[in-house]
């Protein structure tokens, strides 16, 4: 079956998205507001819950008077009431930047626990067609040379007490209770492990380490590097990010996680290099972050193996890590520098 035939048969379903108004979230309800538009013969409705503790509501604002979607200010760890059917789920909330969800560790275990177990029992009732968990890379916690490329059966090497453990042990929890669910319930649960997604959306004041480096460029001509640089991430431009994610979503696949990603390593030397190059005229020092605890359990590398979802999704990232950050840069400067918004 072509993608595009796969496409039209999503149009008249509902879809519950937690997350809505976070970065990835809201890509989600953009595609689907598009398809409803240009591809549905019949529009799908989408039901949407966020409690902004990270998300920004002008994600979503041109949404509010839109008829075909609905949207729920709250907490999706709190008992949640859903009337009709829902055909897709997809679980995209959490608190994903770093500094962000060491200021608040519990929040960041609930939302990947607790939020994900009201979703799953809500789909043993609904029974959807797919339901998907966005885990994360961070679940491979600091990977030994010979695992990087990391495949999806390394199973990790994560303190389970560290300042990031918040984050990591409560994903790797979120993974086992979504297969456990599929194994008791038979739920179609996918995973899906995504690797620094990035792109236009992707808010000034994220604090994560693109928005943080372009922030320095803009406003500051001056890009600080709070490591010695050698780190490696890969970073995925967001149309490649979301591509992977429905496949994963629309695949038979259930029960297992699929590595979404850019398998092109970047050092985060090279990377500030590259926003300063881009941006022009813009000085790159070394600096040691406020934050003591800014650097424990920091992964040295991190590069997904990319071919299981090559071979089983027929995976093809094909954004630069230039052109993507070009993209992002004429967003940021049409946001922050042209129309003034503040961070
Ligand atoms: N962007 C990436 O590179 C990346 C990488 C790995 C994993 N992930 C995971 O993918 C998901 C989406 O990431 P993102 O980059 O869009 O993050 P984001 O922070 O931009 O969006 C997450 C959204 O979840 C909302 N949220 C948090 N707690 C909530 C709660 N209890 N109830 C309702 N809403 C809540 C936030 O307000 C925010 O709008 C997250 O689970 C994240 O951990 C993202």
Redesign the pocket.
């Known amino acids: 079956m072509s993608k595009n035939s796969k496409l039209e048969e999503l149009g008249g379903t509902t879809w519950l998205i937690?997350?809505g108004?976070?970065?990835?979230?809201s890509y989600f309800l953009d595609l689907l507001r598009v398809c409803n538009e240009r591809v549905f013969s019949r529009p799908c409705r989408v039901l949407c819950?966020?409690?902004?503790?990270?998300?920004v509501p002008d994600r979503v604002r041109h949404l509010l008077d839109n008829k075909h979607f609905h949207f729920i200010n709250?907490?999706?760890?709190k008992p949640l009431e859903i009337i009709g059917d829902v055909h897709y789920i997809i679980h995209?909330?959490?608190?994903?930047?770093p500094p962000i969800y060491r200021q608040y560790p519990l929040?960041t275990i609930?939302?990947n626990v607790t939020?994900l177990k009201n979703l799953l029992e809500l789909a043993i009732t609904k029974k959807p067609k797919s339901f998907m968990y966005?885990?994360?890379?961070?679940i491979y916690g600091d990977p030994s040379p010979e695992n990087i490329p990391t495949a999806e059966d390394y199973n990790g090497n994560v303190s389970c007490t560290g300042p990031r453990a918040c984050y990591d042990e409560s994903?790797r929890l979120g993974e086992t209770l979504a297969v456990n669910y599929f194994r008791q319930y038979d739920l179609p649960v996918k995973v899906v492990r995504?690797?620094?997604?990035?792109g236009p959306g992707l808010h000034l004041g994220?604090r994560r380490v693109l928005p943080d480096f372009f922030r320095g460029a803009i406003m500051e001509k001056k890009i600080r590097v709070l490591s010695d640089g050698s780190p490696t991430r890969s970073f995925c431009y967001i149309r490649d990010g979301i591509a992977g994610f429905l496949s994963v979503l629309l695949s038979d696949f259930q029960g297992e996680a699929f590595n979404i990603g850019s398998d092109q390593e970047t050092s985060i030397i090279e990377l500030a290099h590259l926003v300063a190059d881009i941006t022009g005229d813009v000085e790159v020092e070394f600096q040691q972050s406020p934050d003591a605890e800014y650097l424990t359990d920091n992964p040295r590398r991190r590069c997904p193996d990319l071919t299981k979802a090559k071979a089983l999704l027929e995976y093809r990232p094909q954004v630069s890590l230039e052109a993507g950050l070009r993209r992002m840069l004429a967003w940021y400067t049409d946001v922050y520098v042209n129309k003034g918004v503040k961070v």
Not at 21 to 25: D, E
Not at 49 to 55: C, K, R, S, V
Not at 134 to 138: A, K, V
């Open positions: 937690s997350g108004g976070g970065f990835i979230g819950i966020d409690n902004f503790l990270t998300g709250g907490d999706i760890t995209a909330a959490g608190i994903a930047s929040e609930e939302v939020g966005f885990s994360s890379s961070e994903k995504p690797f620094n997604i990035y994220d």
